[in-house]
């Protein structure tokens, strides 16, 4: 069995100066852990970020942390082709990769490394939205804290973790089993995609019991639009038949054709049946968010009910199309998640 504190290396692939990035980037120089590097990666060397980058390493010369430019071309997910020199650099077996726009405290990588067992293959965990000032970043943070990380919850108890790529832990050697990340450039949900390989492998995907943190400070509504209609043709090209029930999942759908059904065979007043179930949801939504660690405010009743207003027009949106707006670019979702070379820059 590994020991606990084995040596690790971070991948931290950045592109441009977005919202909250110096304190993110920051927090993964202040961990407690024994041995790590961090390795960062840009596309371009004139991109934005790379004089913040270069100022944190000078700041903090005794972890070591290299910054890494170039873009290596492998397939048409950008996120990739940025990681593959990091990951080809790196000095250790065991492997995070990480967004650049997630925070984490001090614990960790004691934390994630605590769930590592011989039987798992990659540790992931749930994303919790914070520290929100716009509307954009409210209906991101409740999105993320109801909808999806409900569904995580869910796919956990039914022994199908989702591996999410704001924190993902596993061995290169292992992963070197299914070609590593190289492989993995064909696709758009390359960290959906890593479970997968590892669950071929006969390994398990784990969630940390503790959520990751994702700042919201500046969030517009466009880019929260954007990220949604992302993340639904993900589903939608690793999961056709499902999505075309999901408005049966949504508070508003389910509450109409409910109430509905009970006026029908029962005789109850169909506004107070509607009512009941959008207040007993919103209980249940608030209840999920205090787990995560998130404080009601005063804008989260307005903001939720708008989230779950925008749910359908979302899920419309998300099933009349197979293009996504990624990192500056548009790219093609081909079935099973597969992207197309890139078809217009922005």
Same mark, same amino acid.
């Given at each position: 069995?590994?020991?606990? *504190?084995?040596?690790?290396?971070?991948?931290?692939?950045?592109?441009? #100066?977005?919202?909250? *990035?110096?304190?993110?980037?920051?927090?993964?120089?202040?961990?407690?852990?024994?041995?790590?590097?961090? *390795?960062?990666?840009?596309?371009?060397?004139?991109?934005?970020?790379?004089? +913040?980058?270069?100022?944190?390493? $000078?700041?903090?010369?005794?972890?070591?942390?290299?910054?890494?430019?170039?873009?290596?071309?492998?397939?048409?997910?950008?996120?990739?082709?940025? #990681?593959?020199?990091?990951?080809?650099?790196?000095? &250790?077996?065991?492997?995070?990769?990480?967004?650049?726009?997630?925070?984490?405290?001090?614990?960790?990588?004691? $934390?994630?490394?605590?769930?590592?067992?011989?039987?798992?293959?990659?540790?992931?965990?749930?994303?919790?939205?914070?520290?929100?000032?716009?509307?954009?970043?409210?209906?991101?943070?409740?999105?993320?804290?109801? &909808?999806?990380?409900?569904?995580?919850?869910?796919?956990?108890?039914?022994?199908?973790? $989702?591996?999410?790529?704001?924190?993902?832990?596993? %061995?290169?050697?292992?992963?070197?089993? &299914?070609?590593?990340? #190289?492989?993995?450039? !064909?696709?758009?949900?390359?960290?959906?995609?890593?479970?997968?390989?590892?669950?071929?492998?006969?390994?398990?995907?784990?969630?940390?019991?503790?959520?990751?943190?994702?700042?919201?400070? %500046?969030?517009?509504? !466009?880019?929260?639009?954007?990220?949604?209609?992302?993340?639904?043709?993900?589903r939608k090209s690793q999961a056709p038949l499902p999505i075309f029930?999901?408005?049966?999942?949504?508070? &508003?759908?389910?509450?109409?054709?409910?109430?509905?059904?009970?006026?029908?065979?029962?005789?109850?007043?169909?506004?107070?049946?509607?009512?009941?179930?959008?207040?007993?949801?919103?209980? #249940?939504?608030?209840?999920?968010?205090?787990?995560?660690?998130?404080?009601?405010?005063?804008? *989260?009743?307005?903001?939720?009910?708008?989230?779950?207003?925008?749910? +359908?027009?979302l899920w419309i949106q998300t099933i009349c199309g197979n293009t996504?707006?990624?990192?500056?670019? %548009?790219?093609k979702v081909k079935t099973g998640g597969l992207l197309e070379a890139?078809?217009?820059?922005?």
């Open positions: 069995m590994p020991h606990p *504190l084995e040596p690790v290396s971070i991948l931290k692939p950045v592109k441009g #100066l977005e919202p909250s *990035l110096r304190g993110n980037l920051e927090s993964f120089f202040k961990l407690d852990y024994h041995q790590y590097e961090i *390795l960062f990666s840009i596309a371009r060397e004139d991109d934005p970020a790379r004089p +913040l980058i270069e100022e944190l390493i $000078c700041a903090h010369p005794k972890i070591p942390a290299r910054l890494l430019i170039g873009d290596a071309g492998v397939g048409p997910n950008p996120k990739v082709n940025n #990681l593959i020199q990091s990951y080809q650099a790196s000095r &250790f077996d065991w492997i995070v990769i990480s967004d650049s726009n997630v925070q984490v405290p001090r614990d960790y990588l004691l $934390c994630t490394t605590a769930e590592f067992t011989p039987d798992v293959g990659v540790v992931t965990a749930v994303v919790a939205g914070t520290r929100s000032r716009t509307m954009g970043g409210l209906l991101e943070s409740i999105y993320l804290n109801t &909808f999806y990380a409900r569904w995580m919850f869910i796919a956990r108890e039914f022994g199908q973790d $989702c591996v999410v790529g704001k924190s993902m832990l596993f %061995r290169k050697s292992v992963a070197e089993r &299914f070609g590593g990340i #190289l492989q993995l450039g !064909r696709f758009l949900a390359e960290d959906y995609m890593t479970g997968q390989a590892m669950r071929m492998l006969g390994l398990k995907v784990k969630m940390m019991r503790r959520p990751i943190e994702q700042p919201l400070s %500046r969030y517009t509504f !466009r880019d929260f639009w954007l990220r949604h209609i992302r993340w639904g043709r993900i029930f999901e408005p049966l999942t949504m508070m &508003f759908p389910s509450g109409a054709m409910g109430a509905f059904a009970l006026y029908i065979f029962a005789g109850l007043p169909t506004g107070l049946v509607f009512l009941a179930h959008v207040s007993l949801w919103f209980i #249940l939504d608030l209840s999920l968010m205090k787990s995560l660690g998130q404080k009601p405010r005063f804008m *989260l009743l307005p903001g939720w009910l708008l989230r779950e207003c925008l749910a +359908l027009p996504v707006m990624w990192r500056g670019s %548009r790219l890139q078809i217009e820059n922005t």
